[in-house]
C-alpha cells in the first residue's frame, strides 16, 4: 500500500528505504495527494520509489538523492501531476529507469547534474511529459531519454560528450538553451534511436525561425532532406544527390549560379580555342564563344547561335551536346528545389 504521511506527503532526507526481501519500487504516495515530497540530504532507497498518479501542490524534491533499482524503475512516477517543479538534480543519481510518462510540472523538471544509468534501456521516460522548462544540462545518462510528445516551453539542452541519445518524434518547445551552433543541435536529432523522422527537423527549424536565424533553419531543413534520402530507394537517392549538388533542395539556390558560371566559362575557353564552321556561310552574326555558350545552356528560348555553327572536331561537339544536357538538368533542379521549398512553406 501507498505509504502517506499526512496531508502533506513528508520529508524523507535523510531516511534510507529497502526491501528486505527484494521486489519493485516501495510505494510512495500512490495515487494520493498533498503538498510537498522531498528526499534530499542523503535519501537513499533500495528497490526505487513509486510515486504513480500522485498528485504533488508543490515540489517533489530529490536533489542528492540515491535510487538503486538496476533491473527495473528506479523512479516511477507516470502521470503524477506537481504544481511547481520536479528536481531531481544536484546529486540525484537513479541505478535504474527514471518514469515521468504523462507527467505534468507547472514549472520545471530538472535533471541537471544529475546521473541516470539505465544503459540497458530508457534512462528516462518522458512520453507526453508537460512543464515549463526541462533542464538537462550536465546531465550523465547511460541508456536512452525519450522525449516523444512532450510539450515544454524551454528545453535546456544537455552539454554532455556525446549526449544520450533521445528520443524525439512529436516533441514540441518553443524555445532552447543554450543557443548552441546549429550543429551541436542536429546531432541531437541525427541521433535519435527511431531513425529519421521528420517533425523533430521541422519543430528545430520552427524555433530558429522564431528567433530571427533563418539561415540555420534552412541548414535545418537541408539536413532533414539529407537525413530523408538515405531511407530512399537507389532512384531516389541519385536524383536526392543531384538537387543537393546543383541547389541544395532549394534551400541553396545560389549553387545554380555557381554552376552556371562554372559552366560558361569553361565552354567559353573551349569554344574561343576551337574553329567552328556556319551552317550556313555568309549568313547569321558573328561567332561569340561567350553566347554560343550561354545559348547552350539556356534551354528556353534562343539567341541565335546554337543553330548557325557546328563543330567539325568530335570532342568539341560533344562538349556542345553536354552543355545542353547540363542545361536542361539545371533547370530541372532549380525548378523541382524551389517547388518543394513553396510547397514545404
Given at each position: 500500500?501507498?505509504?502517506?504521511?499526512?496531508?502533506?506527503?513528508?520529508?524523507f532526507?535523510?531516511?534510507?528505504?529497502?526491501?528486505?526481501?527484494?521486489?519493485?519500487?516501495?510505494?510512495?504516495a500512490?495515487?494520493?495527494?498533498?503538498?510537498?515530497?522531498?528526499?534530499?540530504?542523503?535519501?537513499?532507497?533500495?528497490?526505487?520509489?513509486?510515486?504513480?498518479?500522485?498528485?504533488?501542490?508543490?515540489?517533489?524534491?530529490l536533489?542528492?538523492?540515491?535510487?538503486h533499482?538496476?533491473?527495473?524503475?528506479?523512479?516511477?512516477?507516470?502521470?503524477?501531476?506537481?504544481?511547481?517543479?520536479?528536481?531531481?538534480?544536484?546529486?540525484?543519481?537513479?541505478?535504474?529507469?527514471?518514469?515521468?510518462?504523462?507527467?505534468?510540472?507547472?514549472?520545471?523538471?530538472?535533471?541537471?547534474?544529475?546521473?541516470?544509468?539505465?544503459?540497458?534501456?530508457?534512462?528516462?521516460d518522458?512520453?507526453?511529459?508537460?512543464?515549463?522548462?526541462?533542464?538537462?544540462?550536465t546531465?550523465?545518462?547511460?541508456?536512452?531519454?525519450?522525449l516523444?510528445?512532450?510539450?515544454?516551453?524551454?528545453?535546456?539542452?544537455?552539454?554532455?560528450?556525446?549526449?544520450?541519445?533521445?528520443?524525439?518524434?512529436?516533441?514540441?518547445?518553443?524555445?532552447?538553451?543554450?543557443?548552441?551552433?546549429?550543429?551541436?543541435?542536429?546531432?541531437?536529432?541525427?541521433?535519435?534511436?527511431?531513425?529519421?523522422?521528420?517533425?523533430?527537423?521541422?519543430?528545430?527549424?520552427?524555433?530558429?525561425?522564431?528567433?530571427?536565424?533563418?539561415?540555420?533553419?534552412?541548414?535545418?531543413?537541408?539536413?532533414?532532406?539529407?537525413?530523408?534520402?538515405?531511407?530512399?530507394?537507389?532512384?531516389?537517392?541519385?536524383?536526392?544527390?543531384?538537387?543537393?549538388?546543383?541547389?541544395?533542395?532549394?534551400?541553396?539556390?545560389?549553387?545554380?549560379?555557381?554552376w552556371?558560371?562554372?559552366?560558361?566559362?569553361?565552354?567559353?575557353?573551349?569554344?574561343?580555342?576551337?574553329?567552328?564552321?556556319?551552317?550556313?556561310?555568309?549568313?547569321?552574326?558573328?561567332?561569340?564563344?561567350?553566347?554560343?555558350?550561354?545559348?547552350?545552356?539556356?534551354?528556353?528560348?534562343?539567341?541565335?547561335?546554337?543553330?548557325?555553327?557546328?563543330?567539325?572536331?568530335?570532342?568539341?561537339q560533344?562538349?556542345?551536346?553536354?552543355?545542353?544536357?547540363?542545361?536542361?538538368?539545371?533547370?530541372?533542379?532549380?525548378?523541382?528545389?524551389?517547388?518543394?521549398?513553396?510547397?514545404?512553406?
Open positions: 500500500r501507498a505509504a502517506r504521511i499526512g496531508g502533506q506527503f513528508g520529508s532526507q535523510g531516511a534510507h528505504l529497502s526491501h528486505p526481501g527484494g521486489g519493485g519500487p516501495r510505494r510512495l500512490e495515487g494520493g495527494s498533498g503538498s510537498g515530497i522531498v528526499g534530499r540530504e542523503g535519501f537513499r532507497a533500495e528497490g526505487g520509489i513509486r510515486l504513480h498518479e500522485a498528485r504533488v501542490g508543490e515540489a517533489l524534491r536533489e542528492g538523492a540515491h535510487l533499482h538496476p533491473a527495473g524503475d528506479a523512479l516511477c512516477a507516470e502521470s503524477i501531476q506537481v504544481g511547481s517543479r520536479i528536481d531531481c538534480g544536484e546529486g540525484f543519481r537513479a541505478e535504474g529507469a527514471v518514469v515521468l510518462t504523462s507527467a505534468t510540472a507547472g514549472r520545471a523538471v530538472s535533471f541537471r547534474g544529475a546521473t541516470l544509468l539505465h544503459p540497458t534501456g530508457h534512462a528516462v518522458a512520453r507526453h511529459l508537460q512543464t515549463g522548462e526541462l533542464d538537462l544540462r546531465a550523465r545518462a547511460e541508456g536512452t531519454v525519450d516523444r510528445h512532450g510539450r515544454l516551453d524551454v528545453w535546456h539542452l544537455p552539454t554532455g560528450t556525446p549526449p544520450a541519445p533521445v528520443h524525439l518524434d512529436g516533441l514540441t518547445y518553443r524555445a532552447l538553451e543554450p543557443q548552441l551552433p546549429v550543429d551541436r543541435c542536429l546531432a541531437f536529432v541525427a541521433r535519435d534511436p527511431d531513425g529519421y523522422r521528420p517533425q523533430p527537423y521541422q519543430q528545430l527549424a520552427a524555433t530558429y525561425q522564431a528567433i530571427g536565424h533563418d539561415d540555420d533553419a534552412r541548414a535545418v531543413l537541408l539536413a532533414r532532406q539529407r537525413h530523408r534520402r538515405a531511407t530512399q530507394r537507389p532512384l531516389g537517392r541519385v536524383w536526392g544527390h543531384l538537387l543537393d549538388a546543383t541547389v541544395g533542395y532549394g534551400y541553396r539556390p545560389w549553387l545554380a549560379g555557381l552556371l558560371t562554372a559552366l560558361t566559362l569553361l565552354g567559353t575557353a573551349v569554344f574561343r580555342a576551337a574553329h567552328p564552321k556556319p551552317v550556313k556561310p555568309g549568313e547569321g552574326a558573328p561567332f561569340s564563344p561567350l553566347v554560343y555558350t550561354l545559348d547552350l545552356l539556356i534551354p528556353i528560348g534562343g539567341l541565335g547561335q546554337r543553330n548557325a555553327w557546328y563543330w567539325p572536331s568530335d570532342y568539341v560533344w562538349l556542345a551536346y553536354a552543355l545542353v544536357a547540363a542545361g536542361w538538368l539545371l533547370t530541372t533542379a532549380v525548378v523541382a528545389g524551389v517547388t518543394r521549398v513553396l510547397n514545404r512553406s
